[in-house]
């Protein structure tokens, strides 16, 4: 029988996983607490965040938001780093850190429901960089009709100018 400390547990955890864009499993075993207190530093730089958890109360939290994760991702010690602005925020905090502190292995990444790699969620652009791209195409069109439109127009005010010239010559 569950007790009410792990039902509150699990609905936080179903709360998390609902508001988050993407998240990250890791191994944490072998880091120090300060080391810990480092990634999640890092992580808050980001507005992501981390969170070490059972893994049988994740296992629920996650079968209550429809989602399904490979039973091998939930064995061992398990960290869950989750963000919500920028999805590729934290796998890219997660991979960076584990080059720093070794011990640190990822297991697998989440971005909506589907499972990914962690190096292949962090190689995607950020929001803000997919936002700027956006801007860029969005602007062509209008930068290329600005250029054709003063060039078209130049031409009609030099054209109208010679024709004046020619008409006042005769």
Request: contains cysteine.
């Amino acid at each position: 029988m569950p007790t009410p400390k792990k039902e509150q547990i699990v609905r936080e955890l179903e709360e998390l996983v609902q508001q988050a864009s993407s998240l990250v499993f890791a191994d944490y075993r072998g880091l120090k607490h300060q080391e810990l207190e480092e990634l999640r530093r890092r992580l808050r730089e980001y507005k992501a965040g981390l969170r070490v958890v059972k893994n049988r109360l994740l296992h629920l939290a996650l079968q209550h938001c429809q989602r399904e994760v490979p039973a091998e991702v939930l064995c061992g010690p398990t960290a869950l780093a989750f963000g919500s602005d920028d999805p590729t925020a934290p796998a890219k905090v997660l991979l960076e850190f584990s080059r720093d502190y070794p011990v640190c292995e990822l297991k697998a990444a989440m971005l909506g429901n589907q499972m990914i790699s962690p190096s292949e969620l962090a190689k995607l652009p950020s929001r803000t960089d997919l936002l700027g791209q956006l801007v860029g195409l969005l602007s062509t069109p209008f930068a290329l009709l600005q250029t054709l439109g003063s060039s078209a127009v130049g031409t009609i005010l030099a054209l109208q100018a010679q024709q004046e010239r020619e008409g006042a010559a005769a």
